[in-house]
């Protein structure tokens, strides 16, 4: 009897299990972790350089009949990162990325290739006003081509740099494109125009320090 018993509770066990990889793997949301050495998806061809994920951080994901369809998410506690949509298991439609609070991109795939127009955004003293952190860092300046007493370390809160490009089959045709590269809590920035796939000009680095947000509450 009592071995009748633990037969049973193996057989309810196992459907169950059944049931939830079912609910998760064949139709429904999985969640899931990435490592630190998860890089953002396309960030090598819109800003030059491989963006990392901070870590932890957290993938979702649709998963429809076994093929990961529709919404996909990586988010890091409540803020999210990377917005994009996925159609017979690669990205296509709209996709946004926010490598961190102060820059944006919002470009189009389709079929798993950059196509169509690309919108950066970056607000360098977004959370300057009222800040209660300042920040000094000890800068090996060979890494910044801008001399410090160059940096552009103040501004106002609602102070945007716009850019508009096109990418054609995975490359930049056409537009102006931001291109950001993070160093500890500074930002350098340079804006590329491009016409028929060929870098036009390019404009003097800009370095500038950004005074980080923290809640006071």
């Not at 994009?84 to 389709?110: C, E, M, Q, R």
């Not at 950059?114 to 860092?137: E, I, R």
């Not at 056409?174 to 350098?188: H, K, T, W």
């Amino acid at each position: 009897m009592r071995l009748f018993f633990i037969s049973i509770t193996i057989v309810c066990f196992s459907a169950m299990s059944g049931q939830l990889e079912e609910k998760c793997v064949v139709n429904g949301i999985k969640i899931s972790t990435l490592r630190y050495s998860s890089i953002i998806p396309y960030s090598k061809e819109l800003f030059g350089i491989n963006h990392h994920f901070p870590s932890p951080v957290k993938k979702l994901q649709n998963i429809v009949n076994k093929t990961d369809d529709g919404s996909f998410i990586v988010f890091s506690n409540t803020e999210i990162i990377f917005i994009a949509n996925k159609k017979n298991g690669v990205f296509n439609g709209k996709l946004s990325i926010y490598p961190d609070g102060i820059f944006s991109v919002h470009a189009t795939i389709k079929n798993g290739i950059l196509n169509g127009k690309c919108n950066m955004t970056f607000q360098p003293f977004k959370y300057a006003h009222g800040s209660k952190l300042s920040s000094s860092v000890n800068y090996d300046f060979r890494k910044i081509p801008v001399p410090h007493e160059q940096w552009i370390c103040n501004g106002k809160q609602d102070f945007i740099l716009n850019t508009e490009g096109y990418f054609m089959d995975g490359k930049k045709f056409n537009g102006s494109f931001l291109q950001i590269e993070p160093y500890m809590d500074l930002r350098i920035v340079t804006i590329q125009n491009y016409c028929n796939f060929i870098l036009i000009s390019k404009s003097n680095p800009v370095v500038y320090k950004i005074v980080p947000w923290i809640n006071t509450f």
